[in-house]
């Protein structure tokens, strides 16, 4: 009886930290629960394109598959029907459920003006030169963005504030294709410093990593001009909050030094808000590359994407959209996790 007891006790325990643990992390599951519904509908989405899909791409698929494998018409639609996981003849409920029976197995779709090709195929070959691009566009920008913000809110110099202003208006109202081709004009096509377009494959040795940051940089500056203004107002903006704080003000009673206060006190505490952003403002770089990427021919997923859908290649176009809709539903996912784990106020309110 008492092993009995001790075991019922032990199981009680043991739901209770469960439940401790649950109940501490609610504002995480909160959040999970709205990444599911926004990936729901990502789902639904990408669905409703694949059934705008004109009924004749999957016969023009058949007749392909007919003229290389020599077999009836009747046998080579059965089989693309079996290649593609979409039958267009099928009730739309029984259609959808096979899309997400494919999608769990991680069937993003198959080419059908390419044999052998896949969606997946492609996003493993191409997604790195997006990732490396984007990446480094959101790391130059959020670097200047916050030392410019920083030095905004803390110098006291009309010349500078004028300057910035100015460069930030500039930069936030011209969109980032306009700077691509003033960007191409100046650089390449009248200078010739840097290469209208491509990209070496990905490759270990140096020199493919030098000539891939060459022909990035283009690119990844005309991203980068329009992403700083956002970082700059947001950093100024906290930086100004920052500095009405008693801890700053004590700082500055107690006579520490103007840098040391803008280093320890300022930087430290005002970037805090910019946290939850640079996940969102990445999935903005990566979601937002398609026309920066075929302006400069650039070998990414967002030129892959917008070459498909000018080859009418639907069911790729549909695997990419939906793989780039599940990124940005898993950076905002973490952009809100983090901010939320890091600033404890966050998990109060919630």
């Not at 003229?67 to 996981?85: T, V």
């Not at 070959?125 to 959101?138: D, E, K």
């Not at 494959?201 to 940051?213: H, K």
Request: with cysteine; glycine share 6%; net charge positive.
């Amino acid at each position: 009886m008492k092993e009995k007891g001790k075991a019922k006790e032990k199981v009680k325990e043991i739901a209770k930290n469960i439940g401790h643990f649950f109940f501490k992390y609610r504002f995480l599951w909160r959040r999970i629960g709205f990444a599911l519904v926004s990936l729901f509908f990502a789902v639904l989405l990408t669905f409703f394109v694949l059934t705008l899909i004109p009924n004749n791409s999957v016969d023009e698929y058949a007749l392909q598959i007919m003229m290389q494998r020599n077999i009836s018409f009747e046998e080579a639609y059965h089989l693309a029907i079996q290649i593609l996981g979409y039958n267009p003849n099928e009730n739309v409920f029984v259609q959808f459920w096979h899309y997400i029976v494919n999608l769990s197995k991680g069937n993003l779709g198959t080419s059908i003006r390419f044999p052998g090709v896949t969606a997946n195929s492609i996003i493993k070959q191409f997604l790195p030169y997006t990732l490396f691009i984007s990446s480094l566009a959101l790391v130059v920008s959020f670097v200047i963005g916050i030392v410019l913000g920083s030095k905004m809110a803390s110098k006291r110099s009309r010349f500078f504030e004028v300057n910035a202003t100015s460069f930030i208006l500039v930069s936030s109202s011209v969109p980032d294709y306009i700077w691509a081709l003033l960007l191409l004009f100046v650089f390449s096509n009248k200078l010739g410093w840097f290469p209208m377009e491509g990209a070496r494959d990905l490759s270990n040795d140096l020199p493919g990593w030098i000539d891939l940051i060459w022909h990035s940089v283009l690119p990844v500056v005309s991203m980068v001009i329009v992403q700083i203004s956002g970082w700059a107002l947001t950093m100024r903006g906290s930086c100004v909050a920052v500095l009405g704080e008693d801890y700053v003000n004590a700082a500055k009673a107690r006579g520490i030094p103007k840098r040391i206060i803008d280093r320890r006190y300022l930087r430290r505490n005002a970037i805090l808000p910019l946290v939850t952003s640079i996940a969102i403002s990445f999935a903005a770089l990566f979601g937002g590359s398609t026309l920066i990427e075929s302006m400069f021919n650039f070998p990414g997923l967002g030129l892959q994407l917008a070459s498909h859908i000018g080859i009418r290649d639907y069911y790729v176009v549909v695997g990419i959209l939906f793989f780039t809709s599940s990124i940005i539903v898993l950076a905002n996912l973490i952009a809100d996790s983090i901010y939320s784990l890091i600033d404890p106020r966050i998990r109060r309110s919630s």
